[in-house]
């Protein structure tokens, strides 16, 4: 039955998907198809299989000791403060920091944009999907929502609204290298990586059914002569370094901003509805789909609550909830969860995409703004299907 409730909320999502679409008449039906193959294929294959375990063990152990590399600078800066360790600034976020220090460097040394476009080639071949959006869904795995935009922003003015929609589906479906280390200390590392790829997928599945594309080849071309603007290694350090501080920064002035815009809503609510916060609100009303996606009767409330939070607040607020509550739930519930909180599916990501947009190409923005709430939309209902698919194979696993 619930092998049965899985397939039926797949269905759902691709149909909402496909009552939302500007042109069903070109949407890429093999392209789709393909991808969702890949999803199951690559989800079975790292959580059903002896080598697919293993390679998660490695990878979780390569994030652990880059995350102890990144403990070592805060510890020198730290050592002398008494109570500093176990606080979530200094254990988490300032990790960021090394992580997009690692980054900047790979980027200088021309390893990732190579490594991401030909992985993007493939992608392209193999879906039939653009180029540029195929690059883009790859390139979004390794970098932030603002990056991964500015790294084909020479490409933008071959970009119509229907290209635009995928390219900025792809940066809100996924999240940036730099910050999993950091959800990694917060919830299961192996539900984190395998949400990497399954996110790219997702978001690129949904957003071809939404937006769909034909491309001529003379306006499918991907340049990645100039994604790093450092000149030297050192400075490519040190403004991954500074990259890293700020986003630090910005995930810090958000939990300080979501949290107390939460708690001062709850507050509120309290004058109507005693006993009743808006985490419990939305529990409610994502309960139904929560429990097609496979999430036990006895825990979708809290599950959706979570959902929710993330909805409306961010992932990191989402996942700091959740943290405590994974010991009381099923293995099937954390890594449905786990996997949907993996994405920048978010309010605030559209006014970061919009923003983003309009330094690069002004009379873009606008479109972005006009699709805004269209594309929290397919991220969300992107994320709802990795998520999905997720909890399939966590049913099916001997």
Request: proline share 3%.
């Amino acid at each position: 039955m619930d092998i049965l409730l899985g397939l039926l909320a797949i269905v759902i999502v691709l149909a909402i998907a496909y009552l939302m679409s500007n042109d069903r008449n070109i949407i890429n039906y093999k392209g789709i198809i393909i991808m969702l193959i890949a999803q199951f294929l690559i989800t079975l294959f790292l959580f059903s299989t002896e080598i697919g375990r293993i390679i998660i063990d490695k990878i979780s152990a390569g994030f652990n000791k880059l995350i102890e590399f990144g403990m070592d600078g805060v510890e020198f800066i730290l050592g002398g403060v008494e109570g500093w360790s176990g606080t979530f600034f200094f254990n988490v976020l300032l990790i960021i920091i090394f992580f997009s220090t690692l980054l900047a460097v790979l980027t200088h040394l021309k390893i990732l944009p190579f490594i991401i476009k030909y992985i993007g080639w493939v992608l392209s071949k193999v879906t039939g999907l653009p180029r540029v959006e195929s690059f883009n869904a790859v390139n979004s795995i390794f970098f932030g929502q603002s990056e991964a935009l500015l790294a084909i922003k020479s490409q933008f003015h071959y970009l119509d609204r229907n290209r635009l929609y995928i390219v900025s589906a792809s940066a809100m479906g996924s999240v940036s290298a730099s910050i999993v280390g950091a959800y990694m200390q917060m919830i299961p590392p192996e539900y984190v990586l395998v949400a990497l790829p399954l996110n790219m997928f997702s978001a690129l599945i949904i957003a071809s059914i939404i937006a769909p594309v034909k491309v001529e080849k003379d306006e499918d071309i991907v340049d990645v002569k100039n994604v790093s603007e450092a000149k030297s290694f050192f400075e490519a350090m040190g403004n991954g370094a500074l990259d890293g501080g700020r986003i630090a920064l910005i995930v810090a002035a958000m939990l300080v901003a979501f949290i107390a815009a939460l708690n001062f809503v709850n507050w509120l609510i309290q004058f109507v509805f005693a006993g009743i916060t808006l985490q419990e609100i939305l529990g409610y009303i994502i309960a139904p789909i929560g429990m097609l996606m496979g999430i036990a009767p006895g825990e979708v409330i809290d599950a959706g609550s979570i959902m929710g939070t993330k909805i409306v607040t961010n992932e990191f607020v989402a996942m700091l909830e959740f943290e405590p509550m994974m010991e009381h739930m099923s293995e099937k519930t954390v890594g449905i969860v786990s996997v949907f909180l993996t994405s920048f599916a978010n309010f605030s990501s559209i006014g970061i995409i919009a923003g983003t947009v309009q330094g690069i190409d002004a009379k873009k923005a606008g479109d972005v703004s006009k699709f805004g709430m269209k594309l929290l939309i397919g991220a969300t209902l992107a994320s709802i299907l990795s998520a999905t698919i997720t909890g399939l194979v966590i049913e099916i696993m001997p």
